[in-house]
C-alpha cells in the first residue's frame, strides 16, 4: 500500500482500536463501554446553524440563498436548478446514477447530498472545493450542468426587481451587492441551515441509551470493532478525509471507472490516484444510488462491497444488517422548507437558451 496512506490509515486505525479496547477489556457493561467508544469516535449534530468563515449567516441572506437554490432561471436553459441534482425532497440528491445537466448532458459523477455539507472537510467526492462558498461558483458556469456565465447570471439576477431588494437587504453595506461572490455567499448561507440534527444515532451519542434498538448497537459495535470507523468518523460519520477507493481489493470497473482518478487531479500526486473523499454517511439511508459512480442501488450491498474492498474481510448476512441497521439510526430530521415564491421576470431577463 502506498505509504502516505498506510500512516494515515495506522493513525486513524489506532483511534478505532483504542475505542474497540474500550470495547473489549472492561466489565462495567458493555453498552456503557459502546456508548464511550461511539462517543470518541463520533460528535453529534448540533441543533443550532454553524456558523461559516468570513460569511455572517442571517435571515436575510438565507432567504436570498433559498431562492437562488431552487431557481431554475440561473441555467442557461431556464430549466435546471440547484434543487434539480440536490433535491431536497429525495435526501438532498437527484434520482441517480449520475446528475443530468444542460443538453441532457450526463456528468460523470453521483450528486453528493447537500445537507450536511457544511460539516465535510472539503466539498466534492475528490474535495477540490475548499468550501460551500466556493463550491457554489462551480456549478452555475459548468458546461455540463447549468452552462450559464457570471455575466448572464449578473443579469438575470439585475433584471428582477425583488432580487436587487433581496440582495440590498442581505449585503447592506454593499455599495453594489449583487456580485456573483455574494451569490456564492448567500447560497452558501442557505446550505448551512441545511442540518438534519436529532438522529436516533444524535439522541444516542448526547446520552439516550435507548435511542437505539438492540440491533442499531449490535451494527455500531461491527462499525468500530470492524474499522469502518476509521475512516469514517466526525460528525458527518465521514466526509473527514481521504481514502483509496479499493485498499485491499480494487473495485469492479463499474463502481470505479477507470478514468476518474479521484483525489489525483486535485493534487498530480501518484498516490492520490483513485482516492476518495470518505463518503459522508448521515442520511445515507435516504439517498441511493450509492459511491461516486452511483451503481449499486442497496444499502446492503455497499456494506458488502466496502467491507470487502477496504478492509479484506467478508461479513454475513446477519452482520451487514445489524450494520444496515445502524446506518439507519443516522437519519435525522430534515429541515422543513417552503417552497419559495420566486422573483417575477422581466422583459430585461434572458431568455431560455438550450445552445451549447
Ligand atoms: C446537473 C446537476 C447539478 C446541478 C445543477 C448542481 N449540482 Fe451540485 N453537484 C452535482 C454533482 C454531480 C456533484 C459532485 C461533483 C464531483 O464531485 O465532482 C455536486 C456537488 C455539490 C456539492 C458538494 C457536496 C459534497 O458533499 O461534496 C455541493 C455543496 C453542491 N453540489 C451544491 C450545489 C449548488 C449550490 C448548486 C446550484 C448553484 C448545484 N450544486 C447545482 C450536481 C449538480
Ligand atoms: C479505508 C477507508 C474506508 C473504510 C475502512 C470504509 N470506508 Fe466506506 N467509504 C470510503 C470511501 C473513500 C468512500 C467513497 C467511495 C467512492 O468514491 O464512491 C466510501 C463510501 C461508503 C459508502 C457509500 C456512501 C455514499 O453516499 O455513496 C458506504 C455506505 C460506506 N462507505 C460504508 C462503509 C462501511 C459499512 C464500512 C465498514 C464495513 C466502510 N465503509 C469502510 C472509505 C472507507
Same mark, same amino acid.
Given at each position: 500500500?502506498?505509504?502516505?496512506?498506510? *500512516?494515515?490509515?495506522?493513525?486513524?486505525?489506532?483511534?478505532?482500536?483504542?475505542?474497540?479496547?474500550?470495547?473489549?477489556?472492561?466489565?462495567?457493561?458493555?453498552?456503557?463501554?459502546?456508548?464511550?467508544?461511539?462517543?470518541?469516535?463520533? %460528535?453529534?449534530?448540533?441543533?443550532? #446553524?454553524?456558523?461559516?468563515?468570513?460569511?455572517?449567516? =442571517?435571515?436575510?441572506?438565507?432567504?436570498?440563498?433559498?431562492?437562488?437554490?431552487?431557481?431554475?432561471?440561473?441555467?442557461?436553459?431556464?430549466?435546471?436548478?440547484?434543487?434539480?441534482?440536490?433535491?431536497?425532497?429525495?435526501?438532498?440528491?437527484?434520482?441517480?446514477?449520475?446528475?443530468?445537466?444542460?443538453?441532457?448532458?450526463?456528468?460523470?459523477?453521483?450528486?453528493?447530498?447537500?445537507?450536511?455539507? #457544511?460539516?465535510?472537510?472539503?466539498?466534492?467526492?475528490?474535495?477540490?472545493?475548499?468550501?460551500?462558498?466556493?463550491?457554489?461558483?462551480?456549478?452555475?458556469?459548468?458546461?455540463?450542468?447549468?452552462?450559464?456565465?457570471?455575466? *448572464?447570471?449578473?443579469?438575470?439576477?439585475?433584471?428582477?426587481?425583488?432580487?436587487?431588494?433581496?440582495?440590498?437587504?442581505?449585503?447592506?453595506?454593499?455599495? =453594489?451587492?449583487?456580485?456573483?461572490?455574494?451569490?456564492? %455567499?448567500?447560497?452558501?448561507?442557505?446550505?448551512?441551515?441545511?442540518?438534519?440534527?436529532?438522529?436516533?444515532?444524535?439522541?444516542?451519542?448526547?446520552?439516550?441509551?435507548?435511542?437505539?434498538?438492540?440491533?442499531?448497537?449490535?451494527?455500531?459495535?461491527?462499525?468500530?470493532?470492524?474499522?469502518?470507523?476509521?475512516?469514517?468518523?466526525?460528525?458527518?460519520?465521514?466526509?473527514?478525509?481521504?481514502?483509496?477507493?479499493?485498499?485491499?481489493?480494487?473495485?469492479?470497473?463499474?463502481?470505479?471507472?477507470?478514468?476518474?482518478?479521484?483525489?489525483?487531479?486535485?493534487?498530480?500526486?501518484?498516490?492520490?490516484?483513485?482516492?476518495? *473523499?470518505?463518503?459522508?454517511?448521515?442520511?445515507?439511508?435516504? *439517498?441511493?444510488?450509492?459511491?461516486?459512480?452511483?451503481?449499486?442501488?442497496?444499502?446492503?450491498?455497499?456494506?458488502?462491497?466496502?467491507?470487502?474492498?477496504?478492509?479484506?474481510?467478508?461479513?454475513?448476512?446477519?452482520?451487514?444488517?445489524?450494520?444496515?441497521?445502524?446506518?439507519?439510526?443516522?437519519?435525522?430530521?430534515?429541515?422543513?422548507?417552503?417552497?419559495?415564491?420566486?422573483?417575477?421576470?422581466?422583459?430585461?431577463?434572458?431568455?431560455?437558451?438550450?445552445?451549447?
Amino acid at each position: 500500500m502506498r505509504k502516505s496512506v498506510a *500512516r494515515k490509515l495506522y493513525i486513524a486505525a489506532k483511534l478505532c482500536v483504542m475505542a474497540a479496547g474500550i470495547l473489549a477489556s472492561s466489565t462495567a457493561g458493555a453498552d456503557d463501554d459502546l456508548m464511550s467508544a461511539a462517543r470518541q469516535i463520533f %460528535k453529534p449534530i448540533p441543533s443550532i #446553524v454553524p456558523a461559516v468563515k468570513d460569511n455572517p449567516i =442571517t435571515h436575510d441572506k438565507v432567504a436570498l440563498g433559498k431562492a437562488l437554490f431552487f431557481d431554475p432561471r440561473l441555467s442557461a436553459s431556464g430549466v435546471i436548478s440547484c434543487n434539480t441534482c440536490h433535491n431536497l425532497g429525495t435526501g438532498g440528491a437527484d434520482a441517480g446514477p449520475r446528475s443530468v445537466g444542460h443538453r441532457w448532458q450526463l456528468g460523470s459523477r453521483r450528486a453528493p447530498t447537500v445537507y450536511n455539507a #457544511v460539516f465535510n472537510v472539503a466539498q466534492f467526492w475528490d474535495g477540490r472545493a475548499a468550501d460551500l462558498k466556493t463550491q457554489a461558483a462551480g456549478p452555475v458556469q459548468a458546461s455540463t450542468e447549468m452552462n450559464a456565465t457570471p455575466a *448572464r447570471l449578473l443579469n438575470t439576477l439585475n433584471s428582477m426587481t425583488d432580487y436587487i431588494v433581496m440582495f440590498s437587504k442581505a449585503f447592506p453595506n454593499d455599495a =453594489t451587492p449583487i456580485t456573483f461572490d455574494n451569490f456564492a %455567499k448567500a447560497i452558501e448561507a442557505f446550505e448551512a441551515t441545511l442540518i438534519t440534527p436529532a438522529a436516533p444515532f444524535d439522541q444516542y451519542l448526547e446520552g439516550d441509551a435507548y435511542a437505539l434498538s438492540a440491533q442499531q448497537k449490535a451494527g455500531l459495535k461491527l462499525f468500530i470493532e470492524r474499522g469502518c470507523s476509521t475512516c469514517h468518523n466526525g460528525i458527518n460519520v465521514g466526509g473527514q478525509d481521504y481514502f483509496p477507493f479499493g485498499v485491499t481489493e480494487r473495485p469492479i470497473t463499474s463502481l470505479l471507472p477507470r478514468d476518474d482518478k479521484g483525489r489525483f487531479a486535485v493534487t498530480k500526486v501518484p498516490s492520490d490516484e483513485y482516492v476518495f *473523499r470518505s463518503a459522508p454517511l448521515r442520511n445515507v439511508a435516504l *439517498r441511493p444510488p450509492y459511491f461516486h459512480s452511483g451503481q449499486v442501488w442497496s444499502l446492503k450491498q455497499a456494506v458488502g462491497v466496502m467491507s470487502e474492498i477496504q478492509l479484506g474481510a467478508k461479513l454475513n448476512d446477519t452482520e451487514k444488517d445489524d450494520i444496515v441497521a445502524f446506518l439507519n439510526s443516522l437519519t435525522g430530521q430534515l429541515p422543513r422548507i417552503d417552497y419559495p415564491i420566486l422573483p417575477v421576470r422581466t422583459d430585461t431577463t434572458p431568455k431560455p437558451s438550450m445552445d451549447k
